[in-house]
């Protein structure tokens, strides 16, 4: 009887030497010697266990420091996604959030290269399967924020990341520049609607949105800006990024390139650390 041949794709003892090979220092803890962080660790092992392509040895370095010095500057403890959609590795590897280890889902005409990913500002987003309500941990109703590297200042119409259940009070929702009539709107667990400089709202870099307290929201780019606006309830709507989800479906498309983003808590006291690592 002759033997039986099994794709490896398939075969996922296989799948998981790889990982062992190009991780040599499997299961030692960050810091100890050069080995890789156990939650870096945990995205490749989610990778193997879900068939999908793993990144070169010389990504998975890259991507190891990174998440190494991000954690030292305070940032990964008070998330509860990270996106980092730079880089070699396929979009299917980018698209696994590093913190919930889950895959997010792209939709429409998204182009990606080694520096991060860009909308089309017709049809192109990313579901994130986060809905702050259902599954937050750090995102709470007054401490939560959004940041994002992006790669240029944008100078068009749409929205970076959005978040909407019909109510103003929790709504989330990030379209830096010359949204309508060249006002911006941003806001977490609430939003502000006013007219603005591009320098207020974003720059080529780390930007973030954050809710310090129930009436303080911050606006850091270029410049930095702190206004009075309310919230009351937490957001109870998944969040699209490069999208505003408004009644569970995508609007008001965003077309600039971003190389890194996150959600979960606060981190304005951190910003710089963060921006550090980041840039």
């Keep these: 009887m002759g033997e039986i041949s099994i794709n490896p794709k398939f075969n996922i003892h296989e799948t998981y030497k790889k990982v062992r090979i190009l991780n040599p220092y499997r299961g030692v803890s960050a810091g100890g010697g050069g080995g890789v962080d156990p939650d870096y660790q945990a995205v490749l092992d989610y990778a193997a266990g879900n068939f999908i392509a793993l990144p070169n040895a010389a990504q998975q370095d890259i991507d190891n420091q990174l998440i190494i010095n991000y954690k030292a500057s305070g940032g990964w403890d008070k998330d509860d996604v990270v996106f980092n959609p730079r880089g070699t590795a396929t979009p299917a590897f980018k698209l696994i959030c590093w913190k919930r280890r889950v895959e997010m889902i792209a ?50 119409k749409g929205c970076l990341i959005g978040g909407y259940d019909g109510a103003l009070s929790s709504f989330t929702i990030w379209a830096p520049y010359n949204y309508q009539n060249n006002k911006a709107i941003y806001g977490v667990n609430g939003f502000n609607d006013t007219v603005l400089t591009a320098d207020n709202v974003m720059k080529a870099g780390l930007n973030g949105i954050y809710r310090i307290d129930n009436i303080t929201l911050k606006n850091v780019g270029l410049g930095e800006l702190t206004t009075n606006t309310a919230t009351a309830n937490l957001l109870n709507a998944e969040i699209y990024i490069l999208a505003r989800n408004i009644n569970n479906a995508p609007s008001i498309y965003w077309d600039e390139k971003i190389s890194f983003l996150t959600i979960g808590g606060n981190k304005y006291s951190m910003h710089n650390a963060m921006a550090s690592v980041l840039e």
């Design 107 to 156: 939709v429409g005409g998204l182009t990606w290269d080694e520096f991060g990913v860009k909308g089309n500002g017709t049809n192109a987003y990313i579901k994130t399967g986060f809905n702050p309500t259902v599954n937050g941990v750090n995102y709470t109703v007054n401490d939560a924020g959004v940041n994002y590297v992006g790669v240029n200042a944008p100078m068009t």
